[in-house]
């Protein structure tokens, strides 16, 4: 991965518009380290290959970003990215880490679905 581009992934969001997509979504607030303290309260979000078709997405902010789709019946979105990677299946990879690489959230789009 690698800090975000912009320009390159607003691009990848593009090609992603108007036909059916798999997201993985992704967040937590430390669920992976909730052992080391109790006093932490665990906070998770985890969706993956929900199927959608998306109208419109955009990629704001100056870092770390907020990246939103536009659905058939609403939004989805996901702030404090400040990574990504187009991999391999052409899959747009997004990931935001807290300071020392934890990673707190993660928004990936794919044609196909992901395994599970």
Known sequence: MKAINKEDVQASLQTFLDEPVYIHLETTTGSYSAHKNEQNMTVVAFIRN???????????????????????????????????????????????????????ISLQISKKPFAV
């Open 50 to 104: 929900a199927k959608v078709v998306c109208s419109r997405a955009k990629i704001t902010g100056n870092g770390p970003y907020r990246a939103g789709l536009k659905t058939e019946e609403g939004w989805i979105y996901a702030e404090g990215l400040t990574d990504y990677t187009i991999d391999d299946e052409e899959r747009l990879l997004l990931a935001g880490y807290l300071p020392g690489g934890k990673l707190a």
